[in-house]
């Protein structure tokens, strides 16, 4: 039951972060990654792209369904801020498999291959 709920509130807290930092981004106070708006096209031609109002969501956004297998539902985070994100990657590769995330490893997102930054540390000081 615990760790139910601490598992609860790490992905609330981690969704409050990501929340904070593209009101920071829209401020124009944190870097935007170059190439968002090919990651965004990306995410729009996505089988997992759930459209909530006006807003655009890889799979049900979080606050609908906060438990999930990324690879078939999706991370539920708006696709146009995550993809605004330079520190954010898609969950899925170009065949639809799960990413990988090691650390140090190169990244196999959708998002990577089609803009060539694969590697997975890459950020904004390059």
Avoid at 52 to 61: D, L, M
Wanted: with cysteine; hydrophobic share 30%; charged share 30%.
């Amino acid at each position: 039951m615990i760790g139910t709920c601490c598992s609860g509130f790490a992905t609330l807290s981690r969704a409050a972060a990501r929340y904070a930092k593209a009101v920071v981004r829209r401020a124009g106070a944190a870097p935007v990654h170059p190439d968002w708006s090919t990651r965004a096209a990306i995410c729009e031609r996505c089988h997992l792209r759930v459209l909530v109002g006006s807003v655009s969501y890889c799979g049900q956004p979080l606050y609908k369904k906060r438990h999930r297998d990324e690879t078939e539902e999706g991370c539920g985070c708006p696709t146009r801020e995550k993809a605004k994100a330079p520190d954010e990657h898609c969950p899925l590769t170009a065949s639809h498999n799960a990413a990988r995330r090691d650390e140090g490893s190169r990244c196999d997102c959708k998002w990577c291959a089609a803009t060539g930054h694969t590697d997975r540390a890459w950020s904004m000081d390059r």
